[in-house]
Nanobody, 127 residues
Framework: QVQLVESGGGLVQPGGSLRLSCAAS????????IGWFRQAPGKEREGVLC????????YYADSVKGRFTISRDRAKNSAYLQMNSLKSEDTAVYYC????????????????????WGQGTQVTVSS
């Protein structure tokens, strides 16, 4: 059974850091393009960071460039979102997602391009 499980969310002060984890089961995450998305209250879900399965090609939303990075751990079948210099506007539920086909080209970093989704983890940036 394909599953993605996020963890690591929480409450952090502005300027702080968090690392979100995405653990996969039922498929080899390293073979698939993956993305981190977020949804703030009253807003649509948006792509934050997406990375290909093969050449490391990465998309960063303008709002997170220079602050967020994505990484993978093949041994743990996991991916991570490192978030630094957090701002109040980063407050949202964060989701990891994966393309359903192994080695498929990375699609645009939009909701419609990704097939497998986690349940989300809440990140709140507040003093």
């Amino acid at each position: 059974q394909v599953q993605l499980v996020e963890s690591g969310g929480g409450l952090v002060q502005p300027g702080g850091s968090l690392r979100l984890s995405c653990a996969a089961s039922g498929f080899i995450l390293d073979y698939h393009a993956i993305g981190w998305f977020r949804q703030a209250p009253g807003k649509e879900r948006e792509g934050v960071l997406c990375i290909s399965s093969s050449d490391g090609n990465t998309y960063y939303a303008d709002s997170v460039k220079g602050r967020f990075t994505i990484s993978r751990d093949r041994a743990k079948n996991s991916a991570y979102l490192q978030m630094n210099s957090l701002k109040s506007e980063d407050t949202a539920v964060y989701y990891c997602a994966a393309v359903g086909t192994a080695w498929a080209p990375m699609p645009a970093c939009t909701v419609s391009g990704y097939d497998y989704w986690g349940q989300g983890t809440q990140v709140t940036v507040s003093s």
